[in-house]
C-alpha cells in the first residue's frame, strides 16, 4: 500500500521543478538544491505512492500518464498552501499596527471620531493616529511626503492621488440674531442682504474663502472680509453679537449658537470632501480596512446624511 501519509511538500515541490525543467540538474538549480537532494525526494516519493512518477533519459526526465495527473494535483495543493500563509499574514499584520490620517479641522472633529470608534470596535489592536491641518493643500503634501496613510481633501484633487468621494457639505449663510422686538420672518435671504453685512471669516480657511468669493462673483457681488480671525469660537461671538455675517461650510459651522440665523444662499455652493491615497502607494493592510470601516456606512453630519 503506498505510504501517502508521508508525503512532503519539499517531494511535491522537487516533482514539480522537474516537470516544468525537464531534467533534475535544471531543478536542483532553480531549487537551489543539489541535484543529489532532488533525486532522493523524486526517488523517495515515487516508492512512497508505489508508482514510477519519472521516466529517465539521456536528455532529462519526462513525466509519465500518472506522474502528470500528480503533478497537477501537487500544483494545487501548493497553490493553497500558499494561500493559507498569506491568509497567516494578513492576520498577523492586523494584530498590530497603525493608521496615520492627514485632515482638515473639521473632518478631524466632526467625522473621525465616529469612524475611529467603528473602527476600533472591529479592530481593536490597530491605532489611528490623526495630524490636523489648516489647508487642504497641507493635507495632500503630508500625503506625498509619507507622513500619512492617507488624508481628507477637497475634491477633485490632484491625478497623483486614488480618491472617494465622503460627503457633499453645503455652504450657509450665518446671520446676526434679529432684535427681540422684531418679528421672525423666515424668508430667502438675497444677495442685496448678505453683501449688506460686515463679513468675519477664520483667515486659516483660505480655500473655503476663497469658493465663497468665486461664487459672489459669478452672480456680480463682491462681500470683503472685515473681521478676519483664527478661531471659530471668536467669528461665532461676532456674528452673535450682530457685528457680521457670515459664509460657511455647514460642517465647519456647527455647532451653531443659539439665536444665529441659518440660511441657505441664494445660489447654492457646496464641498465635495473626500478620503484620499497616493496612487500606487505601498501601504499597510490596515489602511485599506480602515477605508473599508469608513466607505462602508454613510457619513452623518450637520442633519445630512450622505452615501458614498
Same mark, same amino acid.
Given at each position: 500500500?503506498?505510504?501517502?501519509?508521508?508525503?512532503?511538500?519539499?517531494?511535491? @515541490?522537487?516533482?514539480?521543478?522537474?516537470?516544468?525543467?525537464?531534467?533534475?540538474?535544471?531543478?536542483?538549480?532553480?531549487?537551489?538544491?543539489?541535484?543529489?537532494?532532488?533525486?532522493?525526494?523524486?526517488?523517495?516519493?515515487?516508492?512512497?505512492?508505489?508508482? *514510477?512518477?519519472?521516466?529517465?533519459?539521456?536528455? !532529462?526526465?519526462?513525466?509519465?500518464?500518472?506522474?502528470s495527473q500528480i503533478?497537477?494535483?501537487?500544483?494545487?495543493?501548493?497553490?493553497?498552501?500558499?494561500?493559507?500563509?498569506?491568509?497567516?499574514?494578513?492576520?498577523?499584520?492586523?494584530?498590530?499596527?497603525?493608521?496615520?490620517?492627514?485632515?482638515?479641522?473639521?473632518?478631524?472633529?466632526?467625522?473621525?471620531?465616529?469612524?475611529?470608534? &467603528?473602527?476600533?470596535? #472591529?479592530?481593536?489592536?490597530?491605532? *489611528?493616529?490623526?495630524?490636523?491641518?489648516?489647508?487642504?493643500?497641507?493635507?495632500?503634501?503630508?500625503?506625498?511626503?509619507?507622513?500619512?496613510?492617507?488624508?481628507? *481633501?477637497?475634491?477633485?484633487?490632484?491625478?497623483?492621488?486614488?480618491?472617494?468621494?465622503?460627503?457633499?457639505?453645503?455652504?450657509?449663510?450665518?446671520?446676526?440674531?434679529?432684535?427681540?422686538?422684531?418679528?421672525?420672518?423666515?424668508?430667502?435671504?438675497?444677495?442685496?442682504?448678505?453683501?449688506?453685512?460686515?463679513?468675519?471669516?477664520?483667515? &486659516?480657511?483660505?480655500?473655503?474663502?476663497?469658493?465663497?468669493?468665486?461664487?459672489?462673483?459669478?452672480?456680480?457681488?463682491?462681500?470683503?472680509?472685515?473681521?478676519?480671525? &483664527?478661531?471659530? #469660537?471668536?467669528?461665532?461671538?461676532?456674528?452673535?453679537? !450682530?457685528?457680521?455675517?457670515?459664509?460657511?461650510?455647514?460642517?465647519?459651522?456647527?455647532?451653531?449658537?443659539?439665536? *444665529?440665523?441659518?440660511?441657505?444662499?441664494?445660489?447654492?455652493?457646496?464641498?465635495?470632501? !473626500?478620503?484620499?491615497?497616493?496612487?500606487?502607494?505601498?501601504?499597510?493592510?490596515a489602511v485599506f480596512?480602515?477605508?473599508?470601516?469608513?466607505?462602508? @456606512?454613510?457619513?452623518?453630519?450637520? !442633519?445630512?446624511?450622505?452615501?458614498?
Amino acid at each position: 500500500m503506498a505510504n501517502a501519509a508521508q508525503l512532503k511538500i519539499s517531494q511535491l @515541490a522537487a516533482l514539480i521543478a522537474v516537470a516544468d525543467h525537464g531534467s533534475f540538474s535544471a531543478a536542483a538549480l532553480h531549487l537551489n538544491l543539489a541535484q543529489s537532494t532532488i533525486s532522493h525526494a523524486i526517488a523517495t516519493l515515487e516508492t512512497d505512492l508505489g508508482i *514510477v512518477l519519472l521516466i529517465r533519459g539521456r536528455t !532529462g526526465a519526462v513525466l509519465t500518464p500518472i506522474g502528470s495527473q500528480i503533478c497537477q494535483q501537487a500544483k494545487a495543493i501548493l497553490t493553497q498552501l500558499d494561500g493559507i500563509r498569506h491568509t497567516a499574514q494578513q492576520a498577523k499584520g492586523l494584530q498590530t499596527g497603525r493608521v496615520r490620517v492627514a485632515a482638515f479641522r473639521t473632518v478631524a472633529t466632526h467625522i473621525l471620531p465616529e469612524v475611529i470608534s &467603528r473602527f476600533r470596535r #472591529s479592530h481593536p489592536a490597530l491605532t *489611528v493616529e490623526i495630524d490636523e491641518y489648516d489647508r487642504y493643500a497641507e493635507v495632500e503634501q503630508a500625503i506625498r511626503e509619507g507622513r500619512a496613510d492617507l488624508g481628507f *481633501v477637497l475634491l477633485p484633487t490632484a491625478a497623483d492621488f486614488q480618491s472617494w468621494e465622503i460627503l457633499r457639505d453645503d455652504f450657509i449663510a450665518l446671520l446676526p440674531p434679529l432684535p427681540k422686538t422684531t418679528a421672525k420672518a423666515d424668508v430667502p435671504l438675497t444677495w442685496e442682504e448678505l453683501v449688506g453685512y460686515s463679513r468675519a471669516a477664520n483667515k &486659516r480657511s483660505t480655500q473655503n474663502n476663497t469658493l465663497v468669493e468665486e461664487h459672489l462673483a459669478r452672480f456680480g457681488y463682491h462681500l470683503p472680509i472685515d473681521y478676519a480671525v &483664527r478661531e471659530d #469660537s471668536t467669528l461665532m461671538s461676532l456674528v452673535t453679537k !450682530g457685528l457680521g455675517a457670515a459664509v460657511l461650510a455647514r460642517l465647519e459651522a456647527e455647532p451653531i449658537p443659539p439665536g *444665529v440665523r441659518v440660511k441657505s444662499l441664494p445660489e447654492p455652493l457646496e464641498r465635495v470632501i !473626500g478620503v484620499a491615497i497616493l496612487e500606487n502607494a505601498v501601504l499597510p493592510r490596515a489602511v485599506f480596512v480602515f477605508l473599508d470601516v469608513l466607505l462602508a @456606512a454613510p457619513i452623518q453630519a450637520a !442633519g445630512k446624511t450622505t452615501f458614498s
